[in-house]
C-alpha cells in the first residue's frame, strides 16, 4: 500500500514529531535539546504533464529543507504541538519549561516555567492543543493542567485547571468529536490514557470516568469516526495500544471496559508494545484502517473492520518507532531513533495487487459455490454424495487450472517491475 519516498537522518535520537495542520512542514524534538523544523516537497510540483512520475523520487529534484534549527531546551526536547491554524509551535523539555514559537522563523514568542507541586521539578510527557483557547500539558507526576492561550501566548505560569485522570503519567490523549449543540466546533472532551486505565475528561466538569483496570499497559489512542455497534454505526469507536502487543476497541460512551481485540503482534510472553497509532486518511485506504508503529521498528497496518492485520512496512530494524501521522498532503510520517521516513501510497503496488486481490475473490467465490453445492447434496442422501464427489473432483481440476492461472499472473506482476523491482534496489541472480 505505502513505499518509502526517502529517509531523513537526524543527529540525535527522536523523542517527538508534529506534523503542520495546512503546510507540509515537520517538527521534530530532539533527546539533545534541539528542535528543528522541515519543509517537506510538495507532491504535485508539475501539473504541465499529465502522464509524468511526480514521487519525490522520479526526478531527484523533490527535496527536504530545513526551515531552522536551534537548541531549544536544556535537556531533552519531549513533546510538540501545532496549534489548531498551524500559526504557533508549542514545545516542552525535561529543564520545565514550556515555550511558543513561530514554525517559520523559530523565534521563541513567550515562555513559562512548567508548573510542579513539589520542589522536584516536574517534567513534561505531553503536549496538545485542544482549541485556540485551551493547551493541555501533561506531566510525569500524573498531572494534567489546561493552559489558557486566549492571549495568543503563555502569559500565565499558573494553569487554569489541574486534573489527576491516572494514577500514572498521561501517555496519550485523544480529543472526541464536539457535539451537534457545539457552537464553537472545538472539542470540550478528550480520552487518555495512563498506566492501565482510560479515562475521559471535560473541560468544565473535570474527570467524568474511568475505566476498569485493563491489566496491560495502554500506550496510543486514536478515535474512529463511522463505526460502532450495530443499532449505532456512526457512534465511533477508540482503538487502544497496548503494551502486549494488542489493539483493543472501546464504543464511545461505553468507557468501563474493552469491546473487542486485534492481536497486532503475538507471542507467548506478549508480543512487542504499540507504541502509536494513527488512522488512514479513508481516500487513500478504502475503509476503516489504521497504522500502528511497533516497538521492534515495524509498521502495521490494521484493517479495523476485518480485525485483522493487513501489510508490514520496516521503520527500522532496531529502534522503536515514536512519531507517526499524515501531513496535510497524505503523506505517512514514521518516526523513530535517529531517521524519519516519508512514505506515499504506491499506486504500482496498488495496481498491482487490487486486480490479483479481485481475481482472488472471484475465484474463491467459484469454488465456494462448488463446496457449498456439495454440501447441499450431501445431505440430501447417497444419490447426492455421489454427485457431490463428482462435483468435488472437478472442482478440484478448476482449482488446480485456477491456481496455475494466478503463479502466471504473479509472474507477470513481478516481471512488470523491471530489474530495479518496486523500490529502486537493483537486484543481481545469484546474490539472493
Not at 489548531?84 to 520545565?96: F, K, V
Not at 501517555?171 to 472545538?186: D, K, Q
Not at 506482476?413 to 530489474?419: R, V
Request: aromatic share 4%; with cysteine; charged share 25%.
Amino acid at each position: 500500500m505505502f513505499e518509502n519516498l526517502c529517509t531523513l537522518p537526524l543527529s540525535a535520537e527522536l523523542f517527538t514529531q508534529a506534523l503542520h495542520p495546512t503546510e507540509p512542514l515537520l517538527g521534530v524534538g530532539l533527546s539533545s535539546g534541539h528542535v528543528q523544523c522541515f519543509r517537506l516537497p510538495a507532491a504535485d510540483r508539475s501539473s504541465d504533464d499529465d502522464d509524468a512520475d511526480v514521487s519525490v523520487l522520479s526526478d531527484g529534484k523533490g527535496t527536504v529543507d530545513t526551515v531552522w534549527r536551534t537548541r531549544r531546551h536544556k535537556g531533552s526536547c519531549r513533546t510538540l504541538a501545532f496549534s489548531n491554524d498551524g500559526s504557533a509551535l508549542y514545545s516542552a523539555g525535561t529543564d520545565s519549561l514550556l515555550k511558543h514559537f513561530s514554525p517559520t522563523t523559530g523565534q521563541v514568542a513567550s515562555k513559562i516555567a512548567i508548573p510542579s507541586a513539589k520542589a522536584v521539578p516536574d517534567s513534561p510527557t505531553l503536549l496538545h492543543v485542544l482549541s485556540p483557547q485551551t493547551l493541555l500539558l501533561a506531566c510525569d507526576s500524573g498531572a494534567l493542567h489546561l493552559l489558557d492561550l486566549r492571549d495568543g501566548a503563555l502569559a500565565a505560569s499558573k494553569p487554569q485547571q489541574t486534573h489527576f485522570p491516572h494514577d500514572d503519567f498521561v501517555s496519550s490523549i485523544t480529543p472526541l468529536p464536539p457535539s451537534a449543540e457545539s457552537t464553537s466546533g472545538y472539542s470540550k472532551q478528550w480520552i487518555s490514557t495512563g498506566g492501565t486505565t482510560l479515562a475521559v475528561t471535560d473541560l468544565r466538569r473535570g474527570v467524568l470516568v474511568r475505566s476498569d483496570d485493563q491489566e496491560d499497559e495502554l500506550l496510543c489512542t486514536a478515535f474512529i469516526s463511522g463505526m460502532g455497534p450495530k443499532k449505532n454505526r456512526d457512534n465511533g469507536v477508540v482503538v487502544v495500544g497496548t503494551g502486549t502487543g494488542i489493539l483493543t476497541l472501546w464504543d464511545k460512551g461505553a468507557w468501563d471496559d474493552q469491546q473487542d481485540r486485534i492481536i497486532v503482534d503475538g507471542g507467548k510472553g506478549g508480543g512487542e508494545s504499540l507504541d502509536c497509532v494513527v488512522q488512514i486518511p479513508e481516500d487513500v485506504a478504502r475503509g476503516k484502517k489504521v497504522v500502528v508503529g511497533v516497538g521492534d521498528g515495524s509498521l502495521r497496518i490494521v484493517d479495523l473492520m476485518k480485525r485483522e492485520v493487513e501489510g508490514i512496512l520496516r521503520h527500522d530494524d532496531i529502534e522503536a518507532v515514536v512519531g507517526l501521522g499524515f501531513d496535510c498532503q497524505g503523506r505517512m510520517i514514521s518516526g523513530g531513533g535517529q531517521t524519519v521516513k516519508i512514505w506515499e501510497e504506491s499506486p504500482l503496488l496498488g495496481r498491482g495487487g487490487s486486480e490479483d486481490e479481485d481475481s482472488e475473490v472471484d475465484e474463491s467465490d467459484d469454488d465456494d459455490g462448488d463446496e457449498d453445492s456439495d454440501d447441499d447434496n450431501a445431505a440430501n442422501g447417497i444419490e447426492s454424495k455421489r454427485r457431490g464427489k463428482q462435483d468435488s473432483d472437478s472442482s478440484d481440476s478448476d482449482s488446480e487450472g485456477a491456481k496455475q492461472r494466478k503463479k502466471r499472473r504473479k509472474g507477470k506482476a513481478n516481471a512488470a517491475l523491471g530489474p530495479h523491482g518496486a523500490h529502486g534496489v537493483l537486484r543481481f541472480k545469484g546474490l539472493d
